[in-house]
T-cell receptor, first 114, second 115 residues
Framework: AQSVTQLDSQVPVFEEAPVELRCNYS??????LFWYVQYPNQGLQLLLK??????LVKGINGFEAEFNKSQTSFHLRKPSVHISDTAEYFC????????????FGQGTRLTINP | GAVVSQHPSWVICKSGTSVKIECRSL??????MFWYRQFPKQSLMLMAT?????????EQGVEKDKFLINHASLTLSTLTVTSAHPEDSSFYIC???????????FGPGTRLTVT
């Protein structure tokens, strides 16, 4: 079975500062990795995904993440945040191939202060 | 492309009644859809995997007789909460898997309040 741990439940950051949201996973088989963002009372929007290939993945809204297999991590980063980035962020994994269910981390609440 | 809708976006029902939530893939066919439940300030928990034309696969601890899932076509899956109780109040989110992709596309969610 797979599991995901998001190491920070809340991350407060000042506007225009860099941010890193941490995600570690556990799996005995190969996985795909995802980061989603959720704004209040809305569904999830995909920020980026790692399927294979380059370990540095770039996504929407200036976010990027790096897959580290040896450390089983997939941390999300942004060099300069904006007020509009305030949201809940979820890391998720699925087993590779086909329509596989997602296992989510607990979520990290990113709060941007002016 | 890859838009998923849910209806209704919010619903209030009385305890003991049933409520149906629809999940539609608007511009693609989805052989597989997923239903998640999210409590306030918590993560998403998978309830069941819905496959077109076959019975849904429920996660451990989810009552299949209470949460009825029907995936009658390649663009529609429904979740019916039967004999709803206040503890069923939650945010229900569906997602649809497009066969040509490795990702799921999420609906906007349905807020259910049982009074």
């Amino acid at each position: 079975a797979q599991s995901v741990t998001q190491l920070d439940s809340q991350v407060p950051v000042f506007e225009e500062a860099p941010v890193e949201l941490r995600c570690n996973y556990s799996s005995s088989v190969s996985v795909y990795l995802f980061w989603y963002v959720q704004y209040p009372n809305q569904g999830l929007q995909l920020l980026l995904k790692y399927l294979s290939g380059s370990t540095l993945v770039k996504g929407i809204n200036g976010f990027e993440a790096e897959f580290n297999k040896s450390q089983t991590s997939f941390h999300l980063r942004k060099p300069s945040v904006h007020i509009s980035d305030t949201a809940e962020y979820f890391c998720a994994v699925s087993v590779t191939g086909g329509a596989q269910k997602l296992v989510f981390g607990q979520g990290t609440r990113l709060t941007i202060n002016p | 492309g890859a838009v998923v809708s849910q209806h209704p976006s919010w619903v209030i029902c009385k305890s003991g009644t049933s409520v149906k939530i629809e999940c539609r893939s608007l511009d693609f066919q989805a052989t597989t859809m997923f239903w998640y439940r999210q409590f306030p300030k918590q993560s998403l928990m998978l309830m069941a995997t819905s496959n077109e034309g076959s019975k849904a696969t429920y996660e451990q601890g989810v009552e299949k007789d209470k949460f009825l899932i029907n995936h009658a076509s390649l663009t529609l899956s429904t979740l019916t909460v039967t004999s709803a109780h206040p503890e069923d109040s939650s945010f229900y989110i569906c997602s649809a898997h497009r066969d040509s992709s490795y990702e799921q596309y999420f609906g906007p969610g349905t807020r259910l309040t049982v009074t």
